[in-house]
């Protein structure tokens, strides 16, 4: 009888901890959006990217002078001659293609480092809050493809983090 008693305390103790679970939910972009100076971020990005556009355009002027001046003096070069403007123009070719492929990782590598301590901030206080508000899980809304229940907590972390 005791082992029975027992066994059943158990199971309802499980039970009833498992449905006192509070499930609340967020949406980061909101409060990314709504940090100060995340404003300053998105400017930064843009003059990066800028400042990456120039420097393709210039790369690329470049090669087309090197083409042009090469078609225009080809006839009194010597054979060795043409064949280093060549190279040149074949290593310029190649130095254009690396850059470009490596365009998008500069400007997502660039974005992570501007971003990461308004992520941090952010995650920083929605511990606290959850700490606080005792949240057994607090979910993203954009990674979420259904929600039903569960508070939103977006308020709560906005405040937390003097956000109006």
Known sequence: MKKITLILTICIICITSTFAQKYGHISSNEIMMAMPGIDSVQIKLAEFQESLKILHENMTNELQLKKEKLDKEAGTMSSAVRKVKEDEISSLIYRIQEFEYTLEDSFQEEQMKLVAPFEEKIMNAINDVA??????????????????????????????LGIK
């Open 131 to 160: 700490k606080e508000n005792k949240y057994s899980y607090i979910f993203d809304t954009r990674t979420l493809l259904f929600y039903e229940d569960g508070d939103d907590v977006t308020p709560l972390v906005k405040k937390k």
